[in-house]
């Protein structure tokens, strides 16, 4: 079983709020990332983080901001939800050395009223 | 950009049969593939690996076949059985450790008992 973990697991909220979608991973994996999926669409790579102080942005442009001060914590921040972010965020690890294994949490499905 | 795609979004097998799930990629740099496997609610979890000098992997009820040629993936699971009902997302990264995860569009498989 995979330790990695996301809170919260379900969140509604209102346009304008700030939130922090948490993200912590118990296995000492350097590499961690912040994926976000619609439903039944493909998982599109938002931030990437190769280890302590180092964030990068993905594929798909976001809003979004992480950091990552411990090996083990990588949070995700909207400063200002809008109605566009309502997705699901999915967090991943995985271990140096292996690219393709990546270990998800169970996501956190975000909604914006 | 480049991408990974599926060819069939919902595959419906008896339970028993032998399912194949079908993938193309278009990036001919990628030189390593994955299979994920998504139950609903759930984060993606990795089934089965190739890397771009092998064929062919096998797995407990699982098969990967790699045709660089045509830049085609498949998956094979034998004996399906109802517990294999998910999305499956292919997943392509070039074999370096500074490479990212590029995700297909998911195949939703039904088993019916």
């Known amino acids: 079983e995979a330790d990695i973990y996301q809170t919260p697991r379900y969140l509604v909220i209102g346009t304008g709020k700030k939130i922090t979608l948490e993200c912590s991973q118990t296995m000492g994996h350097d590499k961690m990332y912040w994926y976000q999926q619609d439903p039944g669409m493909e998982l599109h790579l938002i931030h990437y983080s190769y280890g302590v102080n180092s964030t990068e942005k993905g594929d798909l442009s976001s809003e979004s901001t992480v950091s990552r001060i411990r090996t083990e914590h990588f949070p995700l921040t909207l400063e200002s939800a809008r109605p566009s972010h309502t997705s699901q965020y999915l967090c991943?690890?995985?271990?140096?050395?292996?690219?393709?294994?990546?270990?998800f949490g169970e996501g956190s499905r975000l909604t914006v009223l | 950009g480049e991408s990974v795609g599926l060819h069939l979004p919902t595959l419906s097998v008896q339970e028993g049969d032998n399912s194949i799930i079908n993938c193309a990629y278009s990036n001919s740099a990628s030189d390593y593939f994955i299979w994920y496997k998504q139950e609903s609610g759930k984060g993606p979890q990795f089934i089965i690996d190739?890397?771009?000098?092998?064929d062919k992997r096998q797995g407990q009820r699982v098969t990967v076949l790699l045709n660089k040629t045509v830049k085609h993936l498949s998956l094979q699971i034998a004996a399906t059985q109802p517990g294999d009902s998910a999305v499956y997302f292919c997943?392509?990264?070039?074999?370096?450790?500074?490479?990212?995860?590029?995700f297909g569009k998911g195949t939703m498989l039904l088993v019916s008992p």
């Open positions: 997943a392509e990264t070039s074999n370096s450790g500074y490479s990212t995860l590029t």
């Open positions: 991943a690890s995985s271990p140096t050395g292996r690219t393709g294994e990546l270990f």
């Open positions: 190739i890397r771009s000098n092998m």
